[in-house]
């Protein structure tokens, strides 16, 4: 009889455990069905742009509109035509070396503002911060007057200097969140072990960070790639990058929209390979900070 008893609990406790499983299952499964629905809404209009490219230009705003066509490689040969690559060039330049010379600067002063932190440590954070307050169109006609008298008006390097100045404050705060999270019985040990300040931030606590740090670079380069008001009013022809340029399919004839989702296509193609490359260090890092 006990035995029965026992028996008859197991199958219960069994018969409980399976249904749980099967509930957070349905439950996993329902979130996942939800992300991907989620994702899909979001990559619907990058996909249609992606469509339109391929599509003539008759055949591009149709109403209703329909995702099949006569597919051809017309608008991309027009893209090409029209002598794009220096403006990519001008976008990839800017953004690049606006990048490094933001890591070089963001780097040390993040790890004064968490490891070694400074007097009045939230004050500096809330200046570095305020900057970002500010319009960029509230500063654009003394910004614009200082690079005509100086000469350097649809210049790539102003243009560069420019977007150090925007994207340094939201590097500073992200790699300052980094830096935050390493132990500070690592730096503890390495100071014991006689490492300087150098062999303390480039050997120690810098490699402990390098997820943080790729993903603070990668998120300034798409903001300087994408930036489309300095260099709208500030360059004109030797400097203008792929925004601006996009621009200029839209004229007076009307709107090209297939040779301008070609265009959008190809600009954004270097953001989307860098983010697939640096897709882990970029989730590891943005886990580590202040953007969760």
């Known amino acids: 009889m006990i035995s029965s008893v026992t028996s008859t609990n197991a199958r219960t406790?069994?018969?409980?455990?399976?249904?749980?499983?099967?509930?957070?299952?349905?439950?996993?499964?329902?979130?996942?069905?939800?992300?991907?629905?989620?994702?899909?809404?979001?990559?619907?209009?990058?996909?249609?742009?992606i469509l339109t490219s391929f599509k003539p230009e008759t055949q591009a705003a149709t109403s209703p509109p329909t995702f099949f066509a006569d597919w051809t490689m017309?608008?991309?040969?027009?893209?090409?035509?029209?002598?794009m690559a220096p403006?990519?060039?001008?976008?990839?330049?800017?953004?690049?070396?606006?990048?490094?010379i933001v890591l070089m600067l963001a780097i040390p002063a993040a790890y004064a503002l968490s490891i070694r932190p400074v007097v009045k440590v939230r004050d500096a954070l809330l200046f570095f911060i305020s900057t970002r307050f500010m319009p960029v169109a509230a500063s654009i006609i003394p910004v614009y007057l200082i690079l005509q008298s100086l000469d350097l008006l649809d210049n790539i390097t102003a243009l560069s200097?420019?977007?150090?100045?925007?994207?340094?404050?939201?590097?500073?705060?992200?790699?300052?969140?980094?830096?935050?999270?390493?132990?500070i019985e690592i730096v503890e040990a390495g100071q014991i072990d006689?490492?300087?300040?150098?062999?303390?931030?480039?050997?120690?606590?810098?490699?402990?960070?390098?997820?943080?740090?790729?993903?603070?670079?990668?998120?300034c380069f798409i903001?300087?790639?994408n930036e489309y008001f300095l260099a709208n009013l500030l360059t004109s022809s030797m400097a203008r990058t792929a925004p601006p340029f996009l621009s200029s399919f839209v004229d007076g004839r009307g709107l090209f929209l297939s040779?301008?989702?070609?265009?959008?296509?190809?600009?954004?193609?270097?953001v989307v390979i860098a983010g697939w490359f640096a897709q882990k260090q970029l989730v590891r890092g943005l886990a580590m900070g202040a953007i969760k």
Do not use: H
């Open 13 to 49: 406790t069994r018969v409980v455990a399976q249904s749980g499983r099967a509930k957070k299952r349905i439950r996993g499964s329902a979130v996942t069905l939800m992300t991907w629905c989620f994702v899909m809404l979001f990559f619907f209009p990058v996909l249609w742009m």
């Open 74 to 83: 017309e608008n991309f040969q027009a893209v090409f035509s029209s002598e």
């Open 87 to 100: 403006y990519l060039i001008n976008s990839f330049s800017a953004s690049l070396v606006s990048t490094v």
């Open 161 to 183: 200097v420019l977007y150090v100045g925007v994207n340094l404050p939201i590097a500073v705060w992200m790699m300052r969140s980094f830096f935050s999270e390493v132990p």
């Open 194 to 219: 006689g490492a300087n300040l150098r062999t303390e931030l480039f050997r120690i606590v810098l490699p402990v960070v390098l997820p943080g740090v790729a993903a603070a670079g990668l998120i």
């Open 223 to 225: 903001f300087a790639w």
């Open 259 to 270: 040779v301008l989702s070609a265009a959008s296509t190809v600009a954004v193609l270097p």
